[in-house]
Nanobody
Framework: QVRLVESGGGSVQPGGSLRLSCAASGFTFSTYAMRWYRQAPGKERELVAAIGSAGGSTNYADSMKGRFTISRDNAKNTVYLQMNSLKPEDTAMYYC??????????????WGQGTQVTVSS
C-alpha cells in the first residue's frame, strides 16, 4: 500500500542544518507533486515547500525562502528538504505530502507520519 516515510529529523542548535528525506512507495511517485508541511504543538499545520512532479518548479513559504531547499529524485522515489540556518521557530513535526489531481476522483493526497525537528541551544 501507499507509504510515505520521513527521516532525517533530530535536534540541532540555532544556525545548524538538517536534511529531511521522504521515501515513497505504493503509487506512481513521478506523477505527484510533493510537499513538505510542518506543525508545532498547538499550532496549525503550514506549508513549508512544494515541488512539481518533474522537479522543475518549486515553491516556499516566505519564512523558509533562502534557507530551505526542496528537491526530488524520481528514480529513488524520494523527496528531500535541505534546511539551513535553522531557527527555534522551525521546531515542529515535518510531514511529507504527495498530491495529484485525478480526472475522475479529483484531488488525491497521501501523508507521511512525520519526523521531528527541534532547534534549541
Amino acid at each position: 500500500q501507499v507509504r510515505l516515510v520521513e527521516s532525517g529529523g533530530g535536534s540541532v542548535q540555532p544556525g545548524g542544518s538538517l536534511r529531511l528525506s521522504c521515501a515513497a512507495s505504493g503509487f506512481t511517485f513521478s506523477t505527484y507533486a510533493m510537499r513538505w508541511y510542518r506543525q508545532a504543538p498547538g499550532k496549525e499545520r503550514e506549508l513549508v515547500a512544494a515541488i512539481g512532479s518533474a522537479g522543475g518548479s518549486t515553491n516556499y513559504a516566505d519564512s523558509m525562502k533562502g534557507r530551505f531547499t526542496i528537491s526530488r529524485d524520481n528514480a529513488k522515489n524520494t523527496v528531500y528538504l535541505q534546511m539551513n540556518s535553522l531557527k527555534p521557530e522551525d521546531t515542529a513535526m515535518y510531514y511529507c505530502n504527495a498530491f495529484t489531481r485525478d480526472y475522475k476522483f479529483g484531488v488525491i493526497t497521501y501523508w507521511g507520519q512525520g519526523t521531528q525537528v527541534t532547534v534549541s541551544s
